[in-house]
């Protein structure tokens, strides 16, 4: 019929977060994709979050949605610490993370250490919203390859460690050791502040126990935070650790004060209220973390999280 609209195919992706729950997003349009040499990375544009990058079918980061991530990763642990001056990120080839440490104060350098290269060119090409062009500040010195040759060296020491990985299966299970982060506490100067993430209270119970137990072992000071994050599609925790660096010391007032004192602004969620929201526990959390749980050794594996690769593919039905 003459002047009818014609129906526009809309591509669905979505992610399975175990055999029985998940989530969707429409790929409004692919902008790029990539098999590098280790996965598989694209960016779509999606109504909602903007500026999506997936690797291995696994919602990674957003351009509307990254602050409720990269803020709680960075800053939590970053204001309790007299004066960061030098820090690393594992992974973080998005550039989120590097971005908010160089926000704070006196950072001289940021070490990123990234295995990929190909999610840093991506990240640069497309996410710049993300990045804010971090990856050209000459404080930012970014390292490819494995991270643990770098911390086995032992030669270097950071204020900051922010582990910004993918999640624990395949090769990166053994940067969820307890032989892992004994490395990174070595690398930490005193009072020095690692923050990662444990997987989700929701639907990754034994993973969340056993990463908690993993760094349990090798830190004195562990404090586990919640954090709701609209691209993973539920509640997410992370933690911080020190051998003597407690954010839970602060109070709210305090840490405003810090945050002016500091001079560190643009930020959209991280404040005093918000901090201690983070790291407050509901009963069933608290319940887990209480769970006897094995740490994690190398060579081990955690049955709950999977390469995405080796589960049947997940229709998405309209109709």
């Known amino acids: 019929m003459a002047g009818a609209r014609t129906a526009q195919a809309t591509r669905f992706v979505a992610e399975r ?28 544009e999606n ?9 291995d079918g696994c919602f990674m980061t957003s351009e509307r949605d990254e602050f409720f991530y990269h803020e709680p990763m960075v800053h939590l642990p970053a204001i309790a610490h007299a004066g960061v001056r030098r820090a690393l990120v594992v992974g973080g080839g ?3 993370a590097a971005e908010e440490l160089l926000k704070l104060p006196g950072i001289e350098q940021v070490v990123l250490a ?16 993300i990045h804010r062009g971090a990856f050209d500040d000459p404080r930012l010195q970014v390292r490819l390859g494995d991270a643990r040759a770098l911390l086995a060296e032992g030669r270097e020491r950071f204020d900051q460690i922010v582990l910004d990985l993918t999640d624990p299966f395949g090769p990166a299970v053994e940067l969820y050791t307890v032989e892992f982060y004994a490395a990174c506490r070595r690398a930490l100067n005193p009072g020095g502040v690692l923050s990662l993430h444990l997987g989700s209270p ?24 919640l954090q709701y994050v609209p691209l993973y599609g539920t509640l997410w925790c992370m933690a911080m650790a020190s051998d003597s660096t407690d954010p839970a010391r602060l ?11 500091r001079g560190i602004g643009d930020l ?24 006897p749980a094995e740490p994690l050794r190398s060579g081990d594996t955690l049955a709950e999280v999977r390469d995405p690769a080796e589960l049947p593919p997940v229709t998405v039905s309209t109709g």
């Open 114 to 129: 990234e295995l990929d290269g190909e999610v840093i060119a991506m990240a640069r090409e497309w996410l710049g919203a």
């Open 17 to 44: 977060l175990n055999a029985d729950f998940g989530f969707y997003l429409s790929d409004q349009r692919t902008l790029a994709q990539r098999q590098s040499p280790w996965q598989h990375i694209e960016v779509f």
């Open 251 to 261: 109070t709210a007032a305090e840490v405003d004060a810090h945050l002016a004192v």
């Open 94 to 96: 998005d550039g989120g």
């Open 202 to 225: 929701i639907h990754l119970h034994e993973t969340l126990t056993r990463i908690a137990a993993s760094v349990r072992a090798v830190f004195p000071v562990f404090r586990p935070y």
């Open 47 to 55: 109504p909602q979050f903007g500026r999506v990058m997936r690797i």
């Open 268 to 291: 959209q969620l991280y404040n005093g209220a918000v901090h201690h929201a983070l790291l407050a526990q509901p009963n069933f959390v608290r319940a887990l973390l209480a769970r």
